[in-house]
């Protein structure tokens, strides 16, 4: 199936709109949704007709192996308002491509390419009044799958539901956000699932990311399982570091999520003339870079994150602070981005896709 096949999609209309009772200015991060959700259910081996239907719970088998073995995965992908009211997706082929990878990982049938783009504009569409104008502000699109099928055997499950979801957003860290290095836990290791978007790629940071809150801090860049020696992501957005002029992010592998934030802004800083490395950078290194002044910045990328400067980072119980910089590439970067995304710049990579 391709991009350009249309699918029939079976529509029922809320009967009445929630969204007067919404107050956009002050939006907490996925806790609200738009009036509808798109379904697609997978059985006898095929996909069925996709509906969109009023969001609402909806019924399932308590021994469906989503609740017993967690065989779910999910996207993040956000629209966006330009000041001629159209909505834009950003790079929606990169989620889709990305799901299905995951969906093979987790033993998942993957979903057509048609469910997934023309499903997510169909209902975009229908709720873009939820889409607001103004920079900052989005419709956060949840698209993920879920294994429906009863029974607790501990084998893949044989029915699924492909849904959407919609959550008009602003950011996802309210405030200043500093970061614990792990020493100990581990997000992911070679072999695992942590390059797909799967559920327990999340559940399993929980705890330790619990830990580092009440600590004071927001997150955990993750470090290479086997030694703790390697930088890697942040569990919520990928992460870049500035050392002097020269910005790193590390390559994506079998514990790293292929980040569509961090693939874009390492094309913008290639545009931009940037000095930009994919390579690991090493705890040590670091260390030493905050010690000798060259660690200029360190921020975190990602659909909800957008690029989230990172204040602090703290390591074998000493915190270190991040200069305050002129030439933020951060700020830089999230500028390009969000100007393509809002259509306020000439998209020349051809990433915006009209609702
Ligand atoms: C996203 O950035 O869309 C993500 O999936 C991260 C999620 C934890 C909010």
């Not at 600590?215 to 569990?235: F, N, R, S, V």
């Not at 930009?276 to 010690?291: D, G, I, M, T």
Request: include cysteine; glycine fraction near 6%; charge should be negative.
């Amino acid at each position: 199936m391709t991009l350009n096949n249309t699918i029939e999609i079976d529509i029922v209309k809320a009967s009445s709109s929630k969204i007067a009772s919404v107050d956009f200015e002050n939006l907490t991060f996925g806790n609200i949704f738009t009036d509808h959700m798109l379904i697609c259910d997978f059985k006898d081996g095929v996909w069925q007709k996709p509906i969109i239907t009023p969001y609402e719970p909806f019924l399932i088998d308590p021994s469906a192996k989503v609740f017993h073995y967690g065989q779910a995965i999910f996207e993040g992908m956000k629209a966006y308002k330009d000041d001629n009211d159209d909505v834009w997706l950003f790079r929606p082929d990169e989620n889709f491509k990305r799901f299905n990878k995951s969906a093979k990982r987790m033993a998942m049938p993957e979903v057509p390419e048609n469910v997934f783009i023309e499903g997510l504009k169909t209902v975009v569409d229908l709720d873009r009044e939820w889409v607001k104008k103004g920079l900052g502000n989005t419709l956060y699109l949840r698209p993920f799958m879920i294994a429906t099928g009863h029974g607790v055997i501990a084998q893949p499950s044989s029915e699924y539901r492909f849904m959407i979801i919609l959550s008009p957003a602003k950011s996802y860290y309210s405030g200043e956000v500093k970061v614990i290095i792990a020493e100990h836990y581990s997000r992911a290791a070679n072999g695992g699932i942590g390059a797909a978007k799967a559920a327990g790629n999340y559940s399993a940071q929980f705890y330790p990311t619990k830990l580092a809150n009440e600590k004071g801090y927001q997150q955990i860049i993750w470090t290479d399982d086997a030694t703790h020696t390697k930088l890697e992501e942040a569990g919520t957005m990928n992460v870049f570091i500035r050392i002097n002029d020269t910005l790193f992010t590390a390559p994506t592998s079998e514990r790293i999520l292929d980040g569509v934030t961090r693939k874009s802004l390492i094309e913008l800083a290639q545009r931009d003339g940037l000095n930009v490395e994919v390579r690991s950078v090493l705890v040590e290194e670091l260390v030493n870079a905050a010690k000798d002044g060259s660690l200029k910045e360190i921020f975190g990328a990602g659909t909800a994150a957008v690029v989230s400067p990172i204040v602090a980072f703290a390591y074998q119980g000493t915190e270190y602070q991040l200069p305050q910089i002129e030439n933020s590439f951060a700020l830089q970067l999230k500028e390009d981005l969000t100007k393509i995304q809002y259509k306020l710049a000439e998209d020349t990579f051809g990433w915006t896709v009209k609702v």
